[in-house]
């Protein structure tokens, strides 16, 4: 048996608040909420990374992901969003079965992503951007 907890959720052996299920994806009500009605969105079948899941799945989580933000603007007033998903341990992910999270945002509420704006080296924009596309 799957020691997973959104497998569980998925599989209905432990309780969430469900907002979406279809054929291959899940939402549901984030534990802990950044804001009231921060909201997940997976894929039913186990995948700990995006990079691993196949092309059917990824269109419908993220049109579920869109569907999800906007219910979950209008239900809460919130004048903005974050849709966020954390891939591997370094980037902050806890729970290995991919996830987006839908966040309700609004200027007020105190919560910061830390976003910093570094400088490239001379030269090295151009060297990333070759070896980025090298590996497209
Ligand atoms: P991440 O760091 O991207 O892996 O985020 C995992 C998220 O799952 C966290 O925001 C947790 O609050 C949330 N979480 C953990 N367990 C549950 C649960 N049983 N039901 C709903 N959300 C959960
Ligand atoms: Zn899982």
Redesign the pocket.
């Known amino acids: 048996m799957s020691e997973c ?1 959104f497998c569980k ?1 998925v599989d209905g052996q ?1 309780p ?1 608040a469900k907002l979406i299920e279809t054929e291959k994806v899940i939402s ?6 950044v804001n009231p009605g ?1 909201a ?1 969105v997976a894929p039913k079948r186990h995948v700990s990374s995006l990079l691993d899941l196949r092309q059917d799945e990824l269109h419908v989580l993220m049109f579920v992901a869109k569907r999800v933000a906007a219910a979950v603007i209008r239900a809460t007033g919130s004048p903005a969003f974050n849709i966020l ?2 891939d591997g341990e370094a980037a ?4 290995d079965h991919v ?1 987006f ?1 839908v966040i309700p945002r609004d200027s007020e509420d105190g919560f910061r992503l830390g976003w910093r704006h570094l400088k490239y080296a001379e030269g090295q924009i151009e060297q990333l951007q070759q070896a980025i596309q090298q590996n497209l």
Do not use: S, T
């Not at 549901?28 to 909420?33: E, V």
């Not at 902050?92 to 729970?95: F, T």
């Open positions: 907890i959720i432990i969430a549901f009500l984030d534990i802990n909420p921060h997940l998903q954390n902050g992910q806890i729970i996830h999270h």
